[in-house]
């Protein structure tokens, strides 16, 4: 397994055990030398892993004392579970992947062409009063409706309802989209080509790529927050210095 997949497994132990109460809410967690021989993998593992829990609101990491674990993991919104980005982009990622799968032996040129109208807003080629992420969440949930399966409808529809009520994963999922915005309409278009061949082992691969290049985003976006809280942190910790430096 790559160091860069590795994260995630170490992140859920590390799940695992603060659910279970061995690292209670406030507790600190044990140091990154400490946590990497528990479970034998390198401290870059350890320190990706609470990249994404801080990430996924579970911790606090405070440069210089170490990571903290933050209470209130079963609050909701809306009514709605709270869950982090990667939780929910894996979840997306499971049920989506079988959701086109299933609907493309099924889906129907009608259909088809719903599909690319939307992709044709998101790209920018059509006008709409739709915006392009609208158009995003039309055209999965439109490939859900093509499964004719009402308990997809609603799994896929209630995971898009967390992805815009919380105002967490807003901000996240805006930073990652604006960045990569030049993908999305590729990768889309990958999911109907499969579609319109009718070929459902080619949609839930498009369809898993395509939620793979996001949680490697969301990764890259994790670090790039965190490393720019060090620089603040560092910055800050200067000023106090040269400010203590000129009292005395």
Not at 58 to 76: F, H, M, P
Not at 133 to 145: G, L, P, S, T
Not at 164 to 188: G, I, N
Not at 192 to 216: C, E, G, V, Y
Request: net charge negative; proline share 2%; glycine share 4%.
């Amino acid at each position: 397994m790559t160091e860069k997949r590795l994260y995630h497994t170490v992140a859920n132990k590390i799940l695992e055990l603060i659910d279970s109460g061995v690292f209670p809410p406030g507790s600190r967690l044990p140091g990154e030398r400490d946590l990497a021989e528990k479970f034998g993998v390198s401290r870059v593992s350890i320190r990706e892993a609470e990249i994404a829990l801080q990430a996924q609101g579970r911790l606090e990491i405070k440069v210089g004392s170490g990571a903290y674990v933050l209470d209130g993991a079963n609050q909701t919104v809306n009514g709605l579970p709270k869950v982090g980005p990667f939780e929910l982009t894996e979840a997306r990622a499971l049920f989506e992947a079988e959701s086109a799968a299933l609907a493309a032996p099924i889906i129907t040129d009608e259909a088809i062409e719903e599909l690319e109208g939307y992709i044709s807003i998101m790209s920018g080629k059509t006008k709409s009063d739709m915006s392009a992420d609208e158009a995003d969440a039309a055209f999965h949930n439109a490939i859900a409706r093509a499964t004719n399966n009402h308990a997809i409808m609603f799994v896929i529809d209630s995971m898009w309802k967390m992805r815009t009520e919380a105002a967490q994963l807003q901000r996240v999922y805006k930073q990652v989209c604006d960045k990569d915005s030049s993908h999305r309409e590729d990768e889309h278009q990958s999911i109907l080509d499969a579609l319109k061949n009718r070929d459902s082992a080619a949609a839930r691969q498009a369809m898993r790529a395509h939620f793979t290049r996001m949680i490697d985003a969301l990764l890259e976006a994790s670090e790039e927050e965190a490393y720019e809280q060090v620089r603040r942190d560092a910055a800050e910790s200067r000023s106090r210095f040269m400010l203590a430096k000129q009292l005395t």
